[in-house]
């Protein structure tokens, strides 16, 4: 896909969904979360995805699950939702990829600055997302955009709830974008990103943070799919 193809057809996923008044998928008007639980399982390990006592989030903590691939590749029994995703986290952590499984927390820093992510319509096996920083200034920061499926508990294998990180954005901001009219830069990046097979479109939604040179999250930020507000 050319990048005047990868325009347009994340345009139309992102204008789409106010254009159908299906939903208005973004991060307007959701609590920001306040820390992150990164799990990480091998796709060798079915037993972990299974395990009940999975570190659990705390109050104000949002949980993802990145599916690492193992040893034994496509005859993993969790390889048909292992990312290489996963190995540029742990990589990004300075982690070793996890014999069975292994977690991270992180907290957000404090500060006034402000993240939004988006997205529209599946579309064709592709769904268009955005993630954006206000103000746009400082930096170098370095963003995370997930596409993650929810998955309740007691679902697909499960005893506990999850956020399958099923696709990855990596957009590097140097702070060095145009000016808008309003003088202040603006950090933005859109993409349509891949829906991987097996994924259920109804229950994809995104993640987004942000860090600073020095790793440190600064900002995190989840979309919910709200109803049309209803005519007349």
């Known amino acids: 896909m050319n990048k005047y193809s990868r325009m347009v057809l994340c345009a139309a996923l992102l204008v789409g969904t106010g254009a159908l008044a299906q939903s208005s998928c973004s991060s307007d008007g959701q609590p920001r979360p306040a ?4 799990r990480f399982i091998n796709a060798d390990c079915e ?7 999975s570190p659990q989030p705390a109050a104000g903590e949002l949980a993802l699950d990145w599916i690492v691939p193992g040893a034994r590749g496509d005859d993993a029994p969790l390889s048909a939702a292992a990312t290489r995703d996963a190995l540029a986290r742990l990589q990004a ?11 991270a927390r992180h907290k957000a820093g404090r500060g006034a600055r402000e993240l939004r992510v988006a997205h529209g319509l599946a579309f064709n096996g592709y769904i268009g997302t955005s993630i954006e920083l206000k103000p746009g200034s400082g930096g170098p920061w370095q963003a995370w955009l997930l596409l993650v499926e929810t998955i309740p508990a007691g679902t697909e294998g499960t005893p506990v709830a999850r956020n ?36 259920k479109p109804a229950r994809l939604r995104v993640v987004g943070w942000v860090e600073d040179a020095r790793g440190r999250i600064r ?14």
Do not use: T, Y
């Open 219 to 232: 900002a995190i930020a989840q979309s919910r799919c709200r109803p049309p507000e209803p005519k007349g």
């Open 93 to 103: 952590l300075r982690r070793a990829v996890p014999a069975r499984s292994d977690s």
């Open 47 to 53: 037993a972990c995805w299974s395990d009940s006592h």
């Open 164 to 199: 399958l990180v099923r696709n990855a954005l990596q957009p590097a901001w140097d702070g060095g974008s145009a000016l808008s009219k309003q003088g202040l830069r603006r950090l933005f990046e859109s993409r349509p990103m891949s829906i991987p097979e097996g994924a």
């Open 35 to 38: 820390a992150l639980l990164e």
